[in-house]
């Protein structure tokens, strides 16, 4: 990257970081409208696949791109948070958008999020805006199709301005209840704002029939979901009974399985993620892509050969990544109950460790003591840091909540994540090393702790 390419490129991110954070909310989407009317809607120029819900969102968004492009389609890609650099958002063709574009789209549309800002008693956001720079991206390129994740909630999320064709909400659980809601029904209510009806044609006719795929989800927010599906006659696909997982087994690199699509039966599908929650995800992001191709009981299953190929080379950085051996160090971005949950399951199933080493840095506004409760059973000592997040939890602050799940003797805290690293892996190497197993160290308990932890030990994309 030339030095003025690199100037340019912290000039713009500079002045995304300069906006409110994402984690300052004006729940509105009267600013990104007003925004997309002036760059002419460019969020009209495709169809679009959105994805809600509270775990597993940004690696069925990866699947359902995976999957899209196998079918020969031009894909954008729009997720967050990112692990290391914001251009991760925006993915086209399967690659973050190049830091010269992502300097162009920025400078395009600059003029206008500033008279937006003149217009508004509250300045767009960081998240407002990059979501703008996605659907400007993407209508520019063009792509045939946007798969789009929800940055939290649904209904006033901003990239909820798009009428997605397929909605998708992944398993709701507890998570910003300060915004989305006191139970996993209210939350679930907020979320189904992304199914909607489908809009007119230019003749006025009804359009593309709208399908909500649901994950296998908790009782009352599956009644909230399909209460709104309802509502706007959408077309209803749930885990379980339209779609699911039939059938897995632990294979080398991650789990054989074999899915119930909305067409029919895929069989023998190599996924190189580990987990139940995986395959999971595996089986809402073909239903997706099914329901997108217009596939279904009638036509029977999509080609068998390009499901498998594409779900053979998924990818979802930061989840239960292996970064290093002897000790192996994983990497997962689990920052919920729920989500660490799922992780712990998927180690125990996936790694024969006899003695694994946790390194955990949190953010406020989280279960923390329920993600630690998680990990207490897992982990045989516990090493406490703190990320570079403004909302990182103060390391001897997570260290007393620590001790007081794990006990003082299992506990250590260093507040560099580079110091966390080396002091956990050195835990490791000091454990027992047999035929059975070894020691491993995990890195987890928020998105930015994994990201920062996949570049202190070179798996990130430079």
Avoid at 236 to 244: I, K
Avoid at 392 to 418: C, K, M, N, T, Y
Wanted: with cysteine; net charge negative; aromatic share 4%.
């Amino acid at each position: 990257m030339s030095t003025s390419l690199s100037r340019d490129l912290d000039r713009v991110e500079q002045a995304l970081l300069a906006r409110w954070p994402e984690s300052r909310l004006e729940p509105s989407l009267t600013r990104i409208t007003a925004l997309l009317d002036l760059l002419g809607s460019p969020h009209r120029a495709f169809p679009v696949v959105q994805v809600t819900g509270t775990n597993g969102k940004t690696t069925t968004a990866r699947m359902i791109d995976e999957l899209l492009r196998g079918f020969g389609l031009r894909v954008g890609r729009f997720t967050s948070p990112h692990l290391e650099t914001v251009r991760e958002r925006i993915v086209l063709d399967g690659e973050p958008i190049g830091a010269e574009r992502f300097v162009e789209v920025f400078d395009d549309i600059a003029p206008y999020v500033q008279m937006v800002d003149a217009g508004s008693d509250i300045p767009m956001s960081f998240f407002e805006v990059t979501v703008a720079m996605a659907y400007a991206a993407f209508a520019e390129t063009p792509v045939d199709v946007a798969v789009v994740e929800v940055g939290m909630g649904g209904t006033w999320d901003a990239t909820n301005v798009a009428d997605a064709r397929v909605a998708v909400v992944t398993p709701v659980s507890m998570d910003h209840a300060e915004y989305l809601g006191p139970d996993v029904a209210s939350i679930a209510t907020e979320k189904s704002g992304i199914i909607k009806p489908a809009p007119p044609t230019e003749e006025g006719l009804p359009g593309v029939d709208v399908v909500a795929v649901l994950a296998h989800q908790p009782a009352g927010a599956l009644e909230a979901l399909v209460r709104r599906a309802i509502e706007v006659d959408a077309t209803v696909a749930r885990e379980g009974t339209e779609f699911g997982v039939l059938e897995r087994r632990v294979a080398v690199g991650g789990q054989q399985v074999r899915l119930q699509g909305l067409g029919g039966e895929y069989d023998e599908v190599f996924l190189p993620l580990f987990g139940a929650h995986q395959a999971q995800n595996a089986a809402v992001a073909l239903a997706a892509v099914e329901a997108f191709l217009g596939a279904g009981s009638a036509t029977g299953p999509v080609a068998q050969d390009v499901v498998r190929e594409s779900f053979a080379a998924v990818r979802s950085p930061g989840r239960l990544e292996r970064l290093r051996t002897s000790p192996a160090v994983l990497v997962d971005a689990a920052h919920n109950p729920a989500g660490m949950a799922a992780t712990v399951a998927a180690v125990r199933e996936s790694f024969d460790f006899t003695r694994l080493v946790g390194v955990v840095g949190c953010v406020q506004g989280k279960d923390v003591g329920g993600i630690l409760a998680e990990l207490e059973g897992l982990c045989a000592e516990l090493v406490v840091t703190q990320n570079s997040s403004p909302r990182a939890i103060p390391a001897d602050e997570l260290g007393a909540l620590a001790v007081d799940v794990f006990g003082s003797d299992r506990v250590s805290v260093h507040p560099q994540l580079s110091d966390a690293l080396e002091a956990a892996i050195e835990l490791a190497e000091a454990g027992p090393d047999d035929a059975l197993g070894g020691s491993g160290v995990l890195v987890t308990g928020s998105v930015v702790t994994a990201g920062e932890a996949r570049t202190l030990l070179g798996g990130g994309r430079k």
